[in-house]
């Protein structure tokens, strides 16, 4: 993920920066979010705060607030780009435009306006290749198990009307 925030940071990715605040689930920081990258390459736009939102399931029914969130700046303090790392425990229901609001203006950046979030998510789409990865039928159950899956807007509490949801396929 720093790869890509630092070619984005040089102007190496082409991007036009716009008003606002992005955030962006991603399933940890190793690699940048899909919707991301697929809104760069083919929107060619980036806001002015991008919030890399990852969440993690604790071992423990709750997580207290003071330990709830933790911030990443990416190596650089001036680009407005983040990672943010919220801890909630098995027993809670992750909760992303409350946690945004822990944020400290000063690790986020500059202050978030909460209220004009938008919020994009990832999605991947399986489908059927000819290559011979595995048996048919194998394939065929593989791909339907992937449709039973929760809305990751309601699951995560965000606003319908302000999340975007981008993806791509991947033949197996």
């Known amino acids: 993920m720093r790869a890509f925030v630092e070619d984005l940071r040089r102007g190496e990715v082409p991007a036009i920066q716009v008003p606002g605040t992005a955030v962006f689930l991603n399933r940890g920081k190793q690699t940048a979010p899909l919707a991301l990258r697929a809104n760069v ?22 997580v207290p607030a003071d330990q709830r969130i933790s911030v990443d700046d990416l190596g650089h303090a001036d ?6 790392t919220a801890r909630f425990g098995y027993m809670e229901t992750p909760d992303v435009p409350t946690t945004l609001a822990l944020l400290d203006p000063a690790e986020a950046e500059g202050r978030l306006r909460l209220d004009q979030v938008s919020s994009f998510l990832s999605t991947i789409e399986l489908r059927r290749g000819k290559q011979p990865t595995m048996a048919p039928w194998r394939k065929r159950l593989f791909i339907a198990t992937s449709y039973i899956t929760a809305d990751a807007a309601e ?3 965000l606003p319908r009307e302000r999340t975007v949801i981008m993806g791509s396929h991947i033949q197996v």
């Open 41 to 62: 390459e083919h929107n060619h736009v980036r806001h002015d705060h991008v919030v890399i939102l990852s969440i993690e399931t604790e071992t423990v029914p709750r």
């Open 79 to 84: 680009d407005g780009i983040i990672h943010v």
């Open 155 to 157: 699951c995560f509490g």
